[in-house]
C-alpha cells in the first residue's frame, strides 16, 4: 500500500511540474515579446517628462552649452576621421564600378547624394552612439548608483530637468552640425581619392555633385539627424537613470544603450525616409 500510494503522488506531481514549466515557459516568451513595447512606453514617458520640465524654470544654460560642447566639440575628431575613410571608400568603390559602363562621371553626384541623404546621418549618429552616448550613461548610471540622483531628488532638483533635458537639447542641435561635417569631411575624402588616385577630372566630379545634390538632400539628412540625436540621448539617459546592480549594473546598462541606440537609428532612418519622401512605411 505505501508503495501504490507513493506512486500516485509521483503521477501527480509530473503533472503539475509539466505545468509549471509550461506556465515559465509562457510567462518568458509573454516577457520577451512585450519588453520592446516596455521599452518604447518608458522612452515616451522620460520624453514627456523632458519637455515639461524643459519649458519650466530655472534654464540652466551653462549645463546646455557644457553638454554641446561634450557632445558635438568633443565628437569632432572621431567624426571626421570616420568621415575621410568613408568618403574615400565611396570612391574607390564607386568610380571603379561605374567605369565598368563608362559612367564615372557620375560619381561625385552618387557620391554626395549618398553622404547628404544615408550614410551623413546614420554615421554620424553612431559614432555619437559609441562616444558620447555610452558616456552619458555610465556618467548618469554611477549617479544613481551611488545614490547622487536620490541627492538631487532631496535638495528639491528635478533629475530629468537637471540631466536629462541639457542633453536632450544638445543632442538635438549638436548631431545635424555633425552631420554637415561629416558631409563636407566625406565629400573630401572622396574627391581626394576620385580626383588624385583614380584619374577622375575634378571639374567633373564637382559640376555633377552641385548638378544633382540640392537643398532638398541635405534637409533630409538634417531632419534624421535631428530625430537621431533626440533618440541617442533619450536612450542614454533613460538607460543611466535606471541603472542598478552596482558597478557591473552600470556596465550593463551602457551596453544596452549602445545596443539599442544602434537599432533605434537604423529603424527611424527608414520611417522618417518614409515619411519624407511619401512612400509609406510598408
Not at 143 to 169: E, F, G, H, K, W
Request: charged share 15%; proline share 4%; aromatic share 10%.
Amino acid at each position: 500500500m505505501p508503495d501504490a500510494a507513493a506512486t500516485a503522488s509521483a503521477t501527480e506531481e509530473k503533472p503539475s511540474k509539466v505545468r509549471a514549466a509550461g506556465r515559465h515557459a509562457g510567462e518568458w516568451l509573454v516577457k520577451v515579446l512585450l519588453s520592446p513595447f516596455v521599452e518604447i512606453g518608458a522612452l515616451f514617458k522620460l520624453l514627456w517628462e523632458a519637455v515639461f520640465w524643459g519649458i519650466r524654470p530655472p534654464y540652466r544654460a551653462r549645463l546646455f552649452i557644457e553638454s554641446m560642447e561634450f557632445i558635438g566639440v568633443g565628437s569632432i575628431f572621431i567624426i571626421s576621421l570616420t568621415a575621410f575613410f568613408v568618403g574615400a571608400v565611396l570612391a574607390l568603390q564607386l568610380v571603379d564600378g561605374f567605369r565598368d559602363f563608362g559612367a564615372e562621371s557620375q560619381s561625385g553626384a552618387v557620391i554626395g547624394l549618398a553622404l547628404a541623404r544615408e550614410v551623413g546621418p546614420v554615421f554620424a549618429a553612431l559614432m555619437v552612439t559609441s562616444r558620447a552616448g555610452s558616456a552619458m550613461t555610465t556618467e548618469i548610471g554611477s549617479m544613481r548608483v551611488t545614490s547622487q540622483i536620490d541627492a538631487l531628488v532631496t535638495m528639491a532638483v528635478n533629475p530629468v530637468q537637471y540631466l536629462v533635458v541639457p542633453r536632450l537639447l544638445a543632442g538635438f542641435v549638436m548631431l545635424p552640425v555633425l552631420t554637415m561635417l561629416f558631409n563636407i569631411v566625406g565629400v573630401f575624402g572622396a574627391f581626394l581619392v576620385a580626383v588624385s588616385l583614380l584619374g577622375l577630372d575634378p571639374g567633373v566630379f564637382m559640376d555633377r555633385l552641385k548638378w544633382l545634390v540640392d537643398w532638398d538632400d541635405v534637409s533630409q539628412g538634417l531632419i534624421k539627424a535631428m530625430v537621431f540625436g533626440v533618440a541617442v540621448t533619450l536612450i542614454a539617459c533613460r538607460q543611466g537613470l535606471h541603472a542598478q546592480g552596482g558597478a557591473a549594473g552600470v556596465g550593463r546598462a551602457t551596453n544596452r544603450a549602445v545596443v539599442q541606440s544602434a537599432i533605434a537609428i537604423l529603424m527611424l532612418d527608414y520611417l522618417v525616409t518614409g515619411l519624407v519622401l511619401g512612400e509609406g512605411l510598408f
